[in-house]
């Protein structure tokens, strides 16, 4: 079974910051995909950024980008320029190609970007 | 973007009572939906994967007889809370995957939550 392990409970930072979030994950399989979750107050779930394994290039998207090293199966999230709006839970999750195709979520983290 | 709705949003029922949560897929069509679980301050855990037409899979632990869902539409899934208890008090999630051709397989689209308080 593949398990997802947030390190972090809680982080904070000052506004403009940047801030990484780390993440590593347990499996077996070659092929998947791993995502990193944004869930603010309202508890929406927000898709931030997704990572195919079998792409070597850190996935970016505008502020956030990810550090991906497979070997050591490692999945971080950096956040640069922090704003107030980035506070919420952060979720990093796993997803296998094969089977069912389920997302398993690490215990998140939670981020306060401070004014 | 592909959009998917949780009714009702919010839900107080009695101990004992049975309570009905729906999802559905408003512009997409969804073979796959899943319904997750989370409790103040923790994660989401999956509770069961639901397929159109057939039989839901649940998750070692989830007791099928008491969380009952049917998915009888492309578009539209149920969880049922059935002889509710004060510990079923929760947060249920659903999420759907869009299969259309062309549209990246791996994303799911996540309802905005039902927040269950058994009295």
């Known amino acids: 079974a593949q398990t997802v392990t947030q390190s972090q409970p809680e982080m904070s930072v000052q506004e403009a910051e940047t801030v990484t979030l780390s993440c590593t994950y347990d499996t077996s399989e070659n092929n998947y995909y791993l995502f990193w979750y944004k869930q603010p107050p309202s508890r929406q779930m927000i898709l931030v950024i997704r990572?195919?394994?079998?792409?070597?290039q850190n996935a970016t998207e505008n502020r956030f980008s990810v550090n991906f090293q497979k070997a050591a199966k490692s999945f971080s999230l950096k956040i640069s320029d922090s704003q107030l709006g980035d506070t919420a839970m952060y979720f990093c999750a796993f997803m296998k190609l094969r089977g069912a195709q389920k997302l398993v979520f690490g215990q998140g983290t939670r981020l306060t970007i401070n004014p | 973007g592909a959009v998917v709705s949780q009714h009702p949003s919010w839900v107080i029922c009695k101990s004992g009572t049975s309570v009905k949560i729906e999802c559905r897929s408003l512009d997409f069509q969804a073979t796959t939906m899943f319904w997750y679980r989370q409790f103040p301050k923790q994660s989401l855990m999956l509770m069961a994967t639901s397929n159109e037409g057939s039989k839901a899979t649940y998750e070692q632990g989830v007791e099928k007889d008491k969380f009952l869902i049917n998915h009888a539409s492309l578009t539209l899934s149920t969880l049922t809370v059935t002889s509710a208890h004060p510990e079923d008090s929760s947060f249920y999630i659903c999420?759907?995957?869009?299969?259309?051709?062309?549209?990246?397989?791996?994303?799911?689209?996540f309802g905005p939550g039902t927040r269950l308080t058994v009295t």
């Open positions: 990572q195919e394994a079998y792409k070597q």
């Open positions: 999420s759907a995957r869009d299969l259309t051709v062309g549209v990246v397989p791996s994303e799911q689209y």
